[in-house]
């Protein structure tokens, strides 16, 4: 079933060639328009946000023979069964972009019909519908599946959510990917009202978010950011804010905090990774979705194990993380953070700015009608 509009048979994308600089991504427009399968939804895609994600795969970065910081010119000599987020090889071309919202303009058979028409966030999490829990099956959009750097894209039903909200498509787009990051970050660590947090990287899509998530439960949030950002992520809800080039900015975070933290949400990683486990409580937290500084660091067991620490990653998330995003947006209790615009034809300009970390929040590509 469709709408009454009608659906071409070719689209505008931008293919991901393979793994490289820039000149990867391809912009055509005559790229098959996917159909919606068994349970599936075609979404007529409006905007769609720019994610680590993208770059990581598109440079290599993920692959255990990169050890250096993210980089958006391409790293060489990759292992090209290695480069996917999961530590597996991807199929070329690809269709990246994980932050889809739109509008769903075909039903699959078995799909609800009711959907039909409906404005929509996609969660790029798919999972395996036999084994929904099983994290080992799981695949992301725009990387084992085409995403959203197109005007058509088809998703299981189950990953489509209807909202109910006057934010624009741009807007709307700046949440998917950066937003269910932070809100499974702070559920993994079981952030609560009254405890205090530290948020490294606070001005990027997912660190913005932290910030306004962990002041939703009532916490104290002490963030990290370049000099020139720091009073914007102020008015985001942080309680004191920390420039990145200080000679030491764990220390003079906790010295803001008053002392050690209950929590750190960090996305940076690099050389400040065991500084930051020194600046927590004894029994505190910490979680990482993120090493945009550098992946490999140096981890004192001492610290980790007198000081009872608790260690964790987050990626791949329960469907309850998405769905409370959805509800906080609904209830507008949280609020947008866009730090720029491209249109689809400027994906290379588009990346190049969210490489720059010039901005604050998220960077969002609109697609064409």
Not at 50 to 60: A, E, L, P, Q, S
Not at 81 to 107: F, H, K, S, T
Not at 221 to 248: C, H, I, M, Q, Y
Request: hydrophobic fraction near 40%; charged fraction near 20%.
């Amino acid at each position: 079933m469709t709408t009454d509009q009608a659906i071409p048979a070719a689209m505008r994308a931008a293919l991901l060639l393979g793994t490289g600089g820039p000149e990867m991504l391809e912009v055509r427009d005559d790229v098959p328009v996917p159909r919606p399968g068994h349970r599936e939804l075609l979404v007529r895609v409006s905007a769609c946000g720019v994610n680590n994600t993208d770059i990581n795969t598109r440079v290599g970065w993920y692959s255990r023979s990169v050890s250096a910081g993210t980089a958006g010119d391409g790293f060489a000599g990759v292992d090209l069964d290695d480069v996917g987020w999961g530590r597996e090889g991807l199929a070329y071309p690809r269709i990246q972009g994980a932050d889809i919202a739109g509008v769903v303009v075909a039903v699959g058979e078995g799909a609800d019909n009711s959907l039909l028409g409906c404005r929509v966030l996609v969660d790029p999490w798919i999972r395996d519908r036999r084994y929904p829990d099983d994290r080992e099956l799981a695949g992301y959009l725009g990387s084992e599946r085409d995403g959203g750097f197109a005007q058509y894209c088809a998703v299981p039903s189950e990953n489509t959510y209807p909202v109910s909200t006057e934010l624009s498509d741009v807007e709307l787009a700046s949440f998917a990917c950066s937003w269910s990051t932070a809100e499974h970050m702070l559920q993994r660590v079981g952030l609560s009202a009254g405890e205090t947090i530290a948020v490294p990287g606070a001005a990027g899509g997912v660190g913005s978010a932290l910030v306004q998530l962990a002041k939703l439960r009532g916490a104290a949030v002490v963030a990290v950011a370049g000099t020139s950002k720091l009073e914007r992520v102020l008015t985001l809800g942080a309680d004191a804010a920390v420039a990145r080039e200080t000679d030491n900015p764990v220390a003079a975070a906790v010295k803001a905090n008053g002392g050690p933290f209950d929590a750190v949400a960090d996305i940076v990683g690099g050389a400040d990774f065991g500084g930051w486990l020194e600046g927590l409580k004894r029994g505190g937290r910490y979680v990482t979705s993120g090493a945009i500084a550098g992946p490999i660091v140096d981890l004192d067991l001492r610290t980790l194990y007198l000081r009872d620490l608790q260690l964790h990653g987050a990626t791949i998330y329960e469907p309850r993380v998405f769905a409370d995003l959805v509800g906080y947006i609904e209830a507008g209790r949280i609020q947008p953070v866009v730090g720029g615009t491209f249109p689809l034809d400027q994906i290379h300009e588009a990346q190049a700015a969210f490489g720059s970390k010039h901005h604050v929040g998220s960077i969002v590509i609109t697609i064409p009608d």
